[in-house]
């Protein structure tokens, strides 16, 4: 029987930076939920459509084949056997991914998706509602967070080591409280806490501390 961990939180708080680090060290099968919606969004932005046209919107993504690989902490993702994984992390992207991810018909599909790729392996698999909504049955469930100061310099960062500087620290601040105010009142499946998943604020904590205290956690119940 295949084991399943679910990561909640919001943009920044180091989901899928941990949740690489768990699936390596516990050698499962690592998710990137998150980077579904990006697929997604890539497709709506690179083919023109009206991202208020959501019948259009959902037709993608019901027509999009989604795959996933994940070789040597690496995580790639593929549509219709094309490897996008870098041109999910645009701009563009960034901006609008929220606002694809609100759409009801979009989330029902890639739902499915994402519980079809838990079924048949030990799985880490990060976003905003997988606790809540993708795994409700997880076996472990947790919730990343931190400040927003926090959150807005570990994005700056990743930003610059993209070889980007086209943004200022603030404006990177700037979104992330948009976009967590969109995400967390949302109609469908907003991002929220478990009630029972365990809350981790990783504000003043190592990477090496956060995984420690996740792995705490899963080894001492096992």
């Known amino acids: 029987m295949s084991i399943s961990i679910a990561i909640d939180g919001p943009a920044g708080a180091g989901k899928s930076t941990i949740a690489k680090m768990l699936t390596k060290k516990l050698n499962y099968t690592y998710l990137d939920s998150g980077a579904m919606y990006r697929t997604i969004t890539y497709l709506v932005c690179n083919e023109n459509i009206d991202f208020n046209d959501n019948e259009k919107v959902v037709k993608v993504t019901k027509n999009t084949e989604i795959d996933i690989n994940y070789n040597d902490n690496k995580f790639k993702i593929f549509i219709n056997n094309i490897d996008i994984t870098n041109k999910i992390r645009s701009n563009i992207v960034d901006k609008n991914v ?17 519980r079809k790729l838990a079924k048949s392996k030990d799985i880490v ?25 926090e959150r807005a310099n570990r994005r700056y ?41 365990i809350v981790v604020d990783t504000t003043n904590m190592s990477k090496k501390e956060v995984l420690q205290k996740l792995l705490s956690h899963i080894k001492g119940e096992q």
Request: hydrophobic residues 30%.
């Open 157 to 197: 960062k990743d930003i610059i080591d993209r070889g980007e500087s086209n943004k200022t620290l603030e404006e990177v601040k700037n979104e992330i409280i948009k976009r967590d105010k969109i995400d967390s009142n949302r109609k469908y499946s907003p991002l929220k806490k478990a009630k029972d998943a």
């Open 125 to 149: 698999m990060d976003g905003r509602d997988i606790g809540t909504r993708v795994l409700p049955n997880a076996d472990y469930k947790f919730y990343i967070t931190a400040t927003v100061e």
């Open 98 to 114: 929220s606002t694809i991810a609100q759409i009801k018909g979009v989330r029902d599909e890639l739902v499915k998706k994402q």
